[in-house]
């Protein structure tokens, strides 16, 4: 498929295509689409589905470009991880384009997860994360493994802010073992908060991308939203509760029991992780691997598991990912 989008003027033009064509490069890696600048537009040319994420991209950049809203490195990502797919009948006025792609993609579009950012919805890409997204809304307990890039807390955080805005549940509770990855990083200065704040931050980092920074201080503040480790979850009982475990490959067998407990009436469960990345000293001790043994068959529980093929990230990690699985250790 080709498609021409036109560029805007000025400064703006700098702002979608970035400095150097970085933009442009970044968008050419992580899509495999091929960009080309001639004169005041852009020619893209690759699968249709690829060409019409980018598309939606650059729609985001030059948007954000007349707003004087500048994207940094890190949002371009997100953008590229959360664009959906558009098919030829779908691509906005302006845009001219040719068909020469023959294969007949039979995926459809996955559910939106309407969040609180205005115009921003949360889109599954792959259908291992639409399986992954059909869990969240159908069970109570859903486990997801798959390695780094995959989406896998990314769209447990967006199915349960969308959650909280529906009124399905009336808090989220976002929870992380405070496990060092193979660093020993020694005395932290500070209170409890600032101790514990970087093993949390990852979390904070997707609930930025969902909700504004003011909104997240207010819902925190009134107790709708904790972002808290593990530990700090022992006698707890939770109702009405979205409850997400991140990064459970590190927890131990005791800690998953007493986290899985932990569920109250009319809550929900998440648990995701990846058993390529256990911190532990004994690796044989995760809890994550240990629940899947335990509840691969339990009704009511879902299992997904991503993999490369769901990676949303740059191009290369999908790569790097592929590399370590095929290289024994």
């Known amino acids: 498929m080709e498609l021409t989008i036109k560029l805007p003027e000025g400064p703006d033009r700098v702002s979608v295509t970035g400095p150097g064509e970085r933009n442009l490069k970044i968008i050419r890696e992580s899509l495999g689409v091929a960009i080309s600048a001639r004169g005041d537009a852009l020619r893209l040319t690759g699968k249709s589905e690829a060409v019409g994420r980018a598309a939606q991209v650059l729609d985001r950049l030059g948007e954000a470009a007349r707003h004087d809203r500048p994207i940094s490195h890190e949002q371009l990502l997100d953008l590229i991880a959360t664009a959906g797919s ?22 459809q579009p996955g559910p939106l997860l309407d969040v609180y950012l205005n115009g921003r919805r949360v889109k599954p890409i792959t259908a291992g994360q639409r ?18 890039g995959t989406g896998k807390t990314y769209l447990a955080v967006a199915a349960a802010v969308s959650m ?21 990083l020694g005395f932290l200065p500070g209170t409890m908060q600032d101790k514990v704040n970087p093993y949390l931050r990852p979390l904070l980092d997707a609930l930025h991308d969902m909700m504004p920074f003011e909104q997240i201080e ?37 800690q998953m029991l007493m986290f899985l407990t932990r569920m109250g009436h009319g809550s929900k469960m998440v648990v995701t992780g990846d058993t390529s990345q256990i911190d532990l000293d004994e690796p044989r001790d995760s809890g994550l691997v240990d629940a899947i043994r335990r509840l691969g068959r339990v009704k009511g529980v879902a299992m997904c598991a991503l993999g490369a093929a769901d990676i949303v990230r740059h191009s290369l990690v999908q790569r790097v990912v592929e590399a370590y699985e095929d290289t024994p250790r």
């Not at 909280?164 to 990855?181: I, Q, Y």
């Open 131 to 148: 399986h992954y997204v059909d869990s969240l809304w159908t069970h109570d307990l859903t486990f997801c493994v798959g390695p780094a």
């Open 218 to 254: 207010r819902f925190m503040a009134v107790d709708l939203i904790e972002i808290v480790p593990l530990a700090f979850m022992r006698g707890r009982t939770l109702n009405d509760a979205c409850i997400i475990c991140d990064e459970a490959q590190n927890t131990t067998k005791s």
């Open 164 to 184: 909280l805005k529906r009124g399905d549940v009336r808090k989220l509770v976002l929870v992380r073992p405070a496990v060092e990855a193979g660093e020993k």
């Open 86 to 107: 558009l098919g030829a009948a779908e691509l906005r006025p302006g845009a001219s384009h040719t068909n020469g792609d023959t294969a007949h993609d039979t995926r």
